[in-house]
């Protein structure tokens, strides 16, 4: 399984900030599978932001529920994130991750994408 993170490497503070999950090599409706987003800000440990499920049901980390939005194409077999009114401690290595349960815990994890959140 792989996975490949994309979108813009920088974005205002207040704008909305977007990335896709594009994975190849299994389906992100395979049943048992959780299909997370993590980011790592500089200087600083793993935070998981949220997490949809194979069957499209979505959880988010309580501290970033109200501006996250996480959602899947299965036509492509990508899920992307959304994060809006980013301010700069939302600079960070975003990751999507695939596991067996929400968390940051992984089993296969993307390069990472580096978002810088700046005017």
């Known amino acids: 399984v792989q996975l490949r993170e994309s979108g813009p490497g920088l974005v205002k503070p207040s704008q909305t900030l977007s990335l896709t999950c594009t994975v190849s090599?299994?389906?992100?409706?395979?049943?048992?599978?959780?299909w997370n987003w993590i980011r790592q800000p500089p200087g600083k440990g793993l935070e998981w932001m949220g997490a949809?499920?194979?069957?499209?049901?979505?959880v988010y980390s309580s501290s970033l529920k109200s501006r996250t939005s996480i959602a899947r194409d299965t036509s492509k077999n990508q899920f992307t994130l959304q994060l809006s009114s980013v301010t700069p401690e939302g600079t960070a290595v975003y990751y999507c991750?695939?596991?067996?349960?929400?968390?940051?815990?992984?089993?296969?994890r993307g390069q990472g994408t580096q978002v810088t959140v700046s005017s």
């Open positions: 949809i499920g194979y069957r499209g049901s979505t």
């Open positions: 090599g299994g389906s992100i409706t395979t049943s048992g599978y959780v």
């Open positions: 991750t695939r596991a067996t349960a929400a968390g940051i815990r992984y089993d296969y």
